[in-house]
């Protein structure tokens, strides 16, 4: 009966849609742009916001948000999900509006649906694109079964300032690695080949350079040259957009004094009219207005004018289009064209999708019941968990835990905690989903083993405990104690500004009590961010950085601590030692003093290293891995010239694993100063005990090429330096000559 109620919709709107299969799509939008009211066209480009009263129910929409579906003044809903809701939504916009064209549904699906991945940082310190490409596809997956179109994902700010909340939805502080996530998370989202079936739209957050606001502070400044701009900050868009991002996301940071959302040297300069973009811009939630408080426009009208003129084709949320659009174009203070433009481009995406043709493609129940949260999307989150995993410190191999010991003391306000591991942006996922540690741990023992659990302390706790009797009573009686410490999820993301990046309340407090017990530590971290851990450090025998890992956090800590799995993930941001060496990442430049400790007058702190506490690519294993005998195909080359690098990587330990080979440059000398290092290169490779495998880079011109002192892209005649090794700061060096072809 279902099919047949089905076929019957489907036969009564296909005459609606029979422009869609018998015209182009770009003759269709024409059609279609013509025959529309100003006020239908400012509704295109307007997305409003539905609710839901809490994250397990479907979306809420209110009687007056579906009034305006049926008068065409809605194009888009975001936080609108579930097939029962999206289809009854869709019904109105294509069988009762007067223009019949379908809705766009977007969300925030920033590291999986209701099945939550690790967080972007996270899967970035997988240093495995291709396993991040898998952890959106099956995002897009689920998502798409939930009748959504569009994710506000990637984000592809490049974050080197950790005070700054959102560093833990990016992938780091390096553009070059920045790149390979943003186009494995591109694919993952979309499809190899564009937008495959169960495909959601990728849009490229947030554009451009909002990973550099001062201070880390959320929605702030951003001071920087065009050269910053286009080395550093704008390298993964344009990755994004090569591998096919459909729609692009203003930032709210100005820059150089005009906000993106009105930047028309942004959105179309660069965008459009020198990458070729395609697609559409929708601004951040209700940035447009927010051009008021900027200074840079008195009214939400002006605003309006601003942005559309600037290349922003939707609102998201703000209004402004709705309200003003009309009367702009009438009173001939924008051309009508620049709307129509923006129209159509909005119109192209939904005949990408498929929409015309069919408007309910993604609004299926059966698919929204078999496809999410099933064993295979948790086995993929458990996979993608683990390789996210980072081991910072391993004193006398105290891991991985031998799974015959007697007792182990679990402590900490994260072990037995289900909200927090979910990390920042999990708007679909669920607590009761969850895997803790303490469960985790509890399945991966022995049976034989004896967990005491002892909470601690809450994780702001403020005052001084009167004493950690139970934690250390628990850890006296125990062979190991596990300590789970970090951040609440709400310390991370948007809003999540920290002054401070120590562990949170008196969390210090009681693991020096229990490190005062004298017992081999583990420290597992939940954090969002790189913390300073300065005392950890030096007093813990082992340090693993989990981040925030989503629903199977406690089963993927388990097979790391128990070996199960041994860690091969690298760190994509460096951790200072203290706030006050902020920002501190590996690619900086040198000074004409560069850092001398035999010399005060040079580039340095007098009471910390310049040096991170750990460094950009850093990451240990439970075997070793040695590097010898790196070599170059060729000492001089000419600027369109390549070089291949190799270098013997050995497995020089007694386990298996997994090893990211990286590659580094210097261009020594240039019309323009460079940093002291550049990644151009990484393989991740699996090596049995004792094996050694030759890895293979190749330097070509665009690896070489820079923003020269005329801004143009070029490849500078002079030395390079390669190094190659297990971390930014380790490596063996060797060098070569791009040389003038005479």
Not at 28 to 34: M, Q, R, V
Not at 460 to 468: M, R
Not at 534 to 551: K, M, N, Q, R, Y
């Amino acid at each position: 009966m279902k099919t047949l109620l089905t076929s019957l919709v489907l036969a009564f709107i296909a005459p609606l849609f029979i422009l869609a299969q018998t015209k182009p799509p770009e003759q269709h939008i024409d059609s279609l742009i013509a025959s529309m009211t100003l006020e239908e066209k400012a509704g295109q480009l307007s997305q409003f916001s539905g609710g839901w009263t809490n994250m397990s129910t479907n979306s809420t929409v209110t009687a007056e948000q579906r009034a305006m579906v049926k008068e065409g003044k809605v194009g888009s809903f975001l936080n609108v999900f579930g097939s029962e809701i999206t289809r009854e939504l869709q019904r109105i916009a294509v069988e009762d509006s007067r223009m019949r064209i379908p809705l766009l549904y977007g969300f925030d699906v920033i590291h999986g649906f209701r099945t939550t991945f690790p967080i972007p940082l996270a899967e970035a310190s997988s240093w495995d694109p291709e396993a991040v490409e898998k952890a959106e596809r099956t995002a897009a997956v689920e998502a798409a079964a939930a009748g959504i179109h569009w994710t506000f994902a990637p984000m592809l700010d490049i974050a080197r300032d950790p005070r700054w909340g959102r560093i833990a939805e990016s992938s780091g502080e390096d553009p070059y690695l920045g790149s390979a996530m943003a186009r494995a998370r591109v694919k993952g989202f979309q499809g190899e080949n564009g937008l495959a079936d169960n495909a959601v739209l990728a849009c490229a957050k947030h554009f451009a350079a909002y990973g550099a606001a001062e201070g880390g502070r959320e929605y702030n400044t951003v001071d920087i040259s065009e050269r910053s701009l286009r080395e550093t900050y704008l390298p993964p868009f344009k990755a994004a957009l090569d591998a096919g991002a459909v729609t692009f996301m203003s930032s709210f940071n100005e820059i150089a004094g005009v906000p993106s959302t009105g930047n028309r040297a942004l959105l179309t300069g660069i965008l459009r009219d020198e990458w070729g973009f395609k697609g559409f811009v929708v601004s951040d939630w209700t940035s447009i207005p927010e051009m008021r408080a900027h200074g840079i426009v008195a009214t939400d009208e002006e605003a309006g004018a601003l942005a559309v003129t600037a290349g922003t084709d939707m609102d998201m949320v703000g209004g402004v289009y709705l309200q003003y659009l009309p009367a702009l174009v009438r009173e001939g203070r924008i051309p009508v064209q620049t709307v129509d433009e923006a129209v159509r481009r909005v119109l192209r995406v939904k005949f990408r999708l498929g929409l015309f043709e069919n408007p309910y493609r993604y609004c299926d129940a059966e698919k929204e019941r078999s496809l999410i949260y099933t064993d295979a999307t948790r086995a993929a989150a458990r996979a993608m968990a683990r390789r996210s995993i980072v081991l910072l410190k391993n004193g006398k191999n105290v891991l991985p835990l031998n799974k015959d010991i007697r007792t182990i003391a679990l402590i900490g306000p994260l072990s037995d905690d289900r909200d927090n591991p979910l990390g920042p942006w999990a708007q679909a996922g669920r607590p009761s989903d969850v895997v803790t540690v303490l469960e985790g741990i509890k399945a991966a023992a022995a049976h034989s083993c004896k967990v005491i659990y002892a909470r601690g302390c809450g994780i702001t706790d403020s005052l001084p405990a009167k004493d950690f009797y139970e934690s250390v009573r628990a850890a006296k009686q125990a062979d190991v104690v596990i300590m789970v410490l970090g951040e609440s999820l709400n310390m991370s993301g948007e809003a999540g500004s920290r002054s401070n990046l120590d562990l949170p309340g008196n969390q210090e407090n009681l693991l020096e009590a229990v490190c005062a017990v004298g017992k081999p530590v583990v420290l597992v971290l939940m954090n969002g961010r790189p913390l300073t851990l300065p005392w950890a450090a030096d007093h813990c025998d082992a340090i693993v950085e989990s981040w925030f890992l989503g629903v199977q956090s406690g089963n993927a800590i388990a097979d790391v601590l128990f070996g199960e799995y041994n860690p091969s993930g690298k760190l994509p941001v460096s951790f200072p030692r203290t706030v006050g060496q902020v920002p501190v990442y590996y690619n900086h430049k040198n000074t004409g003093r560069p850092t001398n400790d035999s010399n005060r007058f040079t580039s340095k702190y007098i009471d910390v290293p310049n040096t991170p506490l750990y460094p950009f690519g850093y990451g240990l294993s439970y075997t070793t891995f040695s590097y010898k005998d790196l070599a170059l195909s060729s000492k001089k080359i000419t600027a369109d010239g390549s070089v291949s690098v190799t270098v013997n990587v050995t497995n020089s330990g007694h386990r298996d694993g997994e090893e990211v080979v990286q590659l580094y440059i210097r261009d020594v000398a240039g019309s323009v100063t460079r940093p002291v290092k550049e990644l151009r290169g990484f393989k991740k490779i699996s090596l049995k005990a004792g094996e050694t495998k030759r890895v293979e880079f190749a330097l070509e011109p665009d690896d070489l090429a820079i923003w020269n002192r005329e801004m143009k892209w070029a490849v500078e005649p002079g030395s390079f330096r390669v190094f190659v090794g297990t971390n930014s700061a380790d490596n063996l060096e060797d060098g070569f000559e791009v040389v003038q072809r005479h």
